[in-house]
C-alpha cells in the first residue's frame, strides 16, 4: 500500500507534495512514511540515532507525525566541488566519491534502498515514495536508483508532478510520460501541476489536452503557497527575495554553502541577504557565516576575496557576527588538517575573531542531537535560555582562554558580539531568535513587537499545507490508490 511520486524536473515540489500528502494521510488517520532511496542535498539533519538523512525527508516525517529514521533516505548524497560527492548510507558517512566513479556502486545502493522500503512498509503499511530530479532521464534508466528502477522493482502507482511557473508544463507532463520505459508508464495514476498563479479555472482547456493526450487525469492544480518548510538544496536560494525591512541581515554565500535551511525563519522578520563576500555594506545590522560541507575549500575562497579584512571592519564596528558549523571554525585562529597524505600537517590560517583552533584528522563526523543551556554573555546571549539543535561536523574544535556561548560548546567574545557553535537549528529556538532580534531591532531604534510562535510551529505549517492541497486536489483519489493497491512484493 503505497504511491510514488516523480518529478519532471528538480524543484518541480515533489518534496512539497509528498509533506502534504504525508500529513493529510495522517489527519485522515493512515498511519505512514515518508521515502527516498538517494538525495542529494547539503541541507540535511539528525535523527535521535545520531543519522544523518536529508532535512526534506526529516520533514515529511513529521508531517507523516513520525519519527525520522536512517531508512526514509538510505542514500543520501552531499556535493563537496570538483565532481566529488561525500556518499552517507543508512544514516553514516561511507566514503567520498567521484560522481563518475558513483554509478559502480549501483546494484548494492538500489539492494539496500529496497530494504528501507520494505523495512518501512513492514512498519507503516503506506509509504509515500519520492524520486529526485526528473523523471524522464533517459540516459540514466538502467542505473537510476531513485526513479525509474526503483519504479520497476516496486510497481506501485505514480503521480508525476509538474512545475508549471517554469514554464512548458504541456512538454513537461505529456514529455515525461511518454518517454517511461513500458514497464513504468501503465503505473502512472495522473499528474499534479504545481505552483500555479492566477485563476485555475483557466487552466481547465489545459488540463482537457494533457488529459486527451495521455489518457490519465489531471488530478490537482495547486496554487502557488508560501509555507514555512525547510528548503531542500541550494536551488532555493536563487528563489529568495529580500523583504524591506528594517533589519538587514547578510548571510555569505559560500560556494559549499551546507544546512542554509538554519536561517530561514528570519526571512519572517528581517531582511536577509545571501550576499558574495566581496559584498558586505556596512548597513548590515548582522553577517552570518553559514555551514559548509568544505570548510577549508571556503576559507581560501574567503581570504582570496578579502572577506578577512571586511569582516574584521564590521567587527571594529560593533556588528554581530554568528558562525554556524564551519562558519565557526572558519572564525577561529588556525585550521589544520591532519588527514592529508603529506609529512607534515597542513594548517591554515582562520579569519581571527574567536580563539579557537580546529583540527580534521580522519573520516570521523560527529552526528548528534544536543539541548543546552546559553552562557549568559552579552546582549543576545543573556536572555537566550536553553537551546536545542542537532550537530553535523567534521573535526575537533578546542578553545583558548575564550568562553563558551553554549554549556560546554562554542564561543563568544566578552561583548557577546561573535558568537560560533556547531549547533544547527539554533533560530528555530524562540527565546534565542526573539532576544537576537529585539538586540537588531533596538540598534535601529525601532521596537521589536515580539515573535509569532505559529511561524516556528511546523504542525501548523503542515495543517495548512494539507489544507491547501486538500483543496485544490482530488485527495480522495489519491487516498485510494495509496491505500488499496496491493503490497508492493520482493
Known amino acids: 500500500m503505497s504511491l510514488m511520486i516523480l518529478g519532471t524536473s528538480s524543484h518541480a515540489g515533489k518534496s512539497t507534495v509528498v509533506a502534504a500528502i504525508c500529513r493529510s494521510l495522517k489527519n485522515s488517520g493512515i498511519v505512514n512514511s515518508p521515502f527516498k532511496s538517494q538525495n542529494m542535498s547539503l541541507n540535511s539533519y539528525i535523527t535521535s540515532e545520531g543519522d544523518e538523512i536529508g532535512i526534506a525527508q526529516a520533514m515529511q516525517a513529521f508531517a507523516a507525525g513520525v519519527n525520522p529514521q536512517k531508512e526514509m533516505n538510505p542514500v543520501l548524497l552531499k556535493p ?42 513492514e512498519k507503516y503499511g503506506t509509504v509515500i515514495v519520492e524520486g529526485a530530479g526528473g523523471a524522464a532521464e533517459i540516459n540514466l534508466y538502467k542505473r537510476d536508483i531513485a526513479n525509474i528502477q526503483l519504479a ?53 482547456e489545459g488540463v482537457r489536452e494533457i488529459e486527451k493526450r495521455t489518457g490519465k487525469p489531471v488530478i490537482g492544480v495547486i496554487p502557488y503557497i508560501d509555507i514555512n518548510i525547510p528548503s531542500e538544496d541550494s536551488l532555493s536560494i536563487q528563489d529568495k527575495t529580500s523583504e524591506k525591512r528594517p533589519v538587514k541581515i547578510a548571510i555569505i554565500r559560500l560556494p559549499r554553502i551546507s544546512n542554509f535551511s538554519d536561517f530561514e525563519i528570519l526571512e519572517n522578520y528581517t531582511g536577509v541577504e545571501y ?81 579557537i583552533s580546529t583540527r580534521f584528522e580522519g573520516y570521523k563526523k560527529t552526528t548528534v542531537q544536543v539541548s ?79 515573535i509569532d510562535e505559529s511561524h516556528f510551529s511546523l504542525d501548523k505549517s503542515f495543517n495548512d499545507l494539507a489544507s491547501h492541497f486538500e483543496k485544490n486536489a482530488d485527495f480522495e483519489f489519491i487516498r485510494k490508490i495509496a491505500c488499496n493497491n496491493k503490497n508492493s512484493g520482493r
Open 372 to 450: 543546552r543551556r546559553s552562557n549568559p554573555v552579552g546582549p543576545i546571549l543573556t536572555s537566550a535560555g536553553e537551546v536545542i539543535g542537532y550537530e553535523i561536523h567534521m573535526g575537533v574544535t578546542s578553545s583558548e582562554g575564550i568562553q563558551n556561548a553554549f554549556e560546554g560548546e562554542g564561543a563568544v567574545t566578552d561583548d557577546g558580539l561573535v558568537i560560533g557553535t556547531y549547533m544547527h537549528g539554533l533560530f528555530s529556538n524562540v527565546k534565542f531568535t526573539e532576544s537576537l532580534l529585539k538586540y537588531l531591532h533596538s540598534k535601529r531604534g525601532v521596537l521589536f513587537s515580539g
Open 275 to 355: 550576499v558574495h563576500p566581496d559584498r558586505i555594506p556596512g548597513d548590515y545590522d548582522l553577517i552570518i557565516i553559514p555551514g559548509t560541507k568544505n570548510t577549508i575549500e571556503d576559507l581560501k575562497y574567503l581570504r582570496e576575496n578579502g572577506f578577512y579584512e571586511r569582516l574584521k571592519e564590521a567587527r571594529d564596528k560593533k556588528i554581530p557576527i554568528i558562525g554556524i558549523c564551519g562558519g565557526y571554525q572558519m572564525l577561529g585562529n588556525t585550521i589544520t588538517d591532519m588527514s592529508v597524505e603529506s609529512d607534515s600537517d597542513e594548517i591554515y590560517e582562520g579569519i581571527g575573531l574567536l580563539n
Open 152 to 204: 520497476k522493482k516496486l510497481q506501485i502507482p505514480i503521480i508525476i508532478v509538474g512545475d508549471i511557473e517554469r514554464g512548458g508544463i504541456f512538454a513537461q507532463l505529456i514529455g515525461t510520460y511518454n518517454l517511461l520505459p513500458a514497464d513504468v508508464a501503465p503505473n502512472v495514476a495522473g499528474f499534479i501541476i504545481n505552483k500555479f498563479r492566477g485563476d485555475p479555472e483557466l487552466f481547465r
Open 80 to 121: 563537496k566541488g570538483d565532481k566529488t560527492s561525500q556518499i552517507v548510507l543508512l544514516g553514516k558517512p561511507f566514503r567520498d566519491v567521484y560522481i563518475g566513479d558513483y554509478y559502480m556502486e549501483f546494484e548494492e545502493l538500489l539492494k539496500i534502498s529496497l530494504d528501507s522500503f520494505y523495512s518501512l512498509e
